[in-house]
């Protein structure tokens, strides 16, 4: 077991190293060709995207523990989500608007990690007291940042609904976590570290796809924190659990 669990963990160096080098390949690239933004490889992304499902898979279904069974069924199901909004984001499923759709199917990916965390809040019987706290003053803070770098009033209102449903799921989903780190003492300070990494990601999408005023080379930052992101949230069972 020890065996396993050491070269699972080798897997997420692997792929972050991927990730690095065709992020490293794309930025000369751009840099020779005089472009300000340049696209990690379709393939690369969707490599990692897929092996995070096997991995989640492999964690669920081989794992001992009936207590957690629901836990890693919904983190598997959560990056199966977040790997369908990747395919949308990559304009691999058609759509008339892909930022849209690549929100919908990343809200019910949230929606799964955030019933993950209850679950394994409950399996360990932390309270969830502190949330009252974190909510409010989270949702004071995050509405006022969708207000500022998310809303478009150029947009339908449909846009703007769903991306005000689209921060408030992260937001919850990150709280929860951070929730979890404070009542586990920071064992789980992994898992908030990546919520709120996934947070930033997106906050590099709204300044860059919404408010036209991204980073340079903004994809391949979205990217290098969405991996970090999701690295820990998949991994987090590994070192805690």
């Not at 989270?138 to 006022?144: A, C, M, Q």
């Not at 709204?206 to 080379?217: Q, T």
Request: with cysteine; glycine share 4%.
């Amino acid at each position: 077991m020890l065996v396993a669990k050491r070269i699972f963990l080798l897997i997420p160096i692997l792929q972050f190293i991927v990730i690095i080098l065709d992020s490293v390949y794309v930025t000369i690239r751009c840099k020779k060709e005089g472009k300000t933004n340049g696209e990690l490889h379709t393939f690369i992304k969707m490599l990692f995207s897929f092996s995070m499902i096997i991995v989640a898979f492999i964690f669920w279904e081989t794992n001992n523990n009936e207590n957690l069974k629901t836990y890693l069924m919904f983190i598997f199901l959560g990056m199966t989500f977040s790997a369908i909004g990747d395919m949308a984001m990559a304009k691999l499923i058609k759509s008339k608007d892909r930022l849209m759709l690549g929100m919908t199917f990343f809200s019910l990916a949230h929606i799964l990690y955030i019933l993950s965390y209850i679950e394994i809040t409950k399996i360990f019987q932390y309270e969830f007291g502190g949330l009252i706290l974190i909510f409010i003053i989270g949702y004071i803070v995050i509405l006022g940042v969708w207000k500022k770098f998310v809303y478009n009033n150029t947009r339908t209102k449909k846009f703007n609904f769903i991306s005000l449903i689209y921060s408030i799921l992260i937001s919850t989903m990150m709280f929860l976590s951070l929730n979890l780190a404070i009542e586990s003492k920071g064992e789980f300070i992994i898992l908030t570290i990546g919520a709120t990494i996934f947070m930033i990601s997106d906050f590099i999408i709204s300044l860059s796809e919404i408010k036209e005023i991204g980073l340079k080379n903004q994809s391949i930052w979205v990217w290098i924190t969405y991996v970090i992101a999701q690295i820990c949230i998949v991994y987090n069972y590994l070192l805690v659990l």
